[in-house]
């Protein structure tokens, strides 16, 4: 009986250290993914004098790697918007909501570090013909 509980308390130990030691590991990092953050204004490019804020749907697709995942979010109220990001370089694009729902933005690439920051501006052109008639123009 005595080898038996020997034994048990063994395996008791052995689970013990296998416990602590995997906890520690994910407390160091070791198997987490490593995120970075991108912060960013959405905007109207028609105005030369002030950008017109806008509401749009941006989405970070993987330049390599797992190019079929992409995350996607929606500007707020004041244009901004924010994406977490594993480590990687990413195409931002967006579409408009509102106004001028549809309209593209020019497409940004960006970089993401491990636990860095992004600051990056994503410019919209409003869908419909190229250059807007003159205002005294006559039909």
Known sequence: MTTMRLMSRKRWLAALVVVTVAGGLMSCGVGAQVTGHVSGYAYMQASVIKPTPVE???VATPVSGDTDKSYSTTSAGDESFNFDLPAGTYQLTG???RPNKGGQATPVEVTVEA???VDVELGFFAPGP???L???SQP
């Open 95 to 97: 579409t408009l909501i």
């Open 130 to 132: 190229a250059s807007p």
């Open 134 to 136: 003159p205002i005294n």
């Open 56 to 58: 749009a749907q941006v």
């Open 115 to 117: 636990d860095g920051v």
